[in-house]
């Protein structure tokens, strides 16, 4: 059972991520500080608009943490986030003793976020979220 947790949660965190390999760990050209209104934004609770990750909700936390947890599973994924600059998160996550680290680049709203994976300068799987009420 233990096991079956573990893949439900592992298959869940690499579609929420897209590809998860290690990026180039240079900055992004013309990269800015965000602003606070970024990041202000991004701190909640969010879950996926697309029906097959019903259940799934993805927390952002002032401090720069997250938690990715699934309504089937008593496993979360956590993990770090940090701004490169308004539009650009550094993201590590681990679970299982594994560590995924990524760029994600995010477009967000009081209400919406779109995200999508960049690896080496290429922007690959886009999701959109919502907003926890």
């Known amino acids: 059972m ?6 439900v949660v592992s298959v ?41 990750e019903k259940g799934t909700t993805i ?5 720069g943490k997250i938690k990715i947890t699934t309504e089937n ?3 979360a994924i956590d993990g770090e986030y940090k701004f490169i600059d308004n539009s650009t998160l550094d993201v590590k996550l681990a679970f299982a003793g594994e560590e995924s680290n990524f760029k994600l680049k ?8 779109t995200t999508q994976v960049l690896e080496n ?3 690959l799987k886009k999701e959109s ?3 926890v009420k």
């Not at 927390?59 to 401090?63: A, L």
């Open 121 to 123: 300068g290429k922007e």
């Open 129 to 131: 979220f919502k907003r």
């Open 2 to 7: 233990r096991f079956a947790c573990f893949l």
């Open 73 to 75: 599973s008593t496993s």
């Open 12 to 52: 869940l965190a690499i579609s929420l991520t897209g590809s998860v390999r290690a990026d180039d760990p240079q900055k992004p050209k013309d990269s800015k500080p965000a602003d606070s209104g970024s990041k202000a934004l991004l701190v909640g609770k969010w879950t996926p608009t697309d029906e097959k």
């Open 59 to 63: 927390e952002y936390t002032k401090d």
């Open 106 to 113: 995010v477009s967000i709203s009081p209400e919406e976020m």
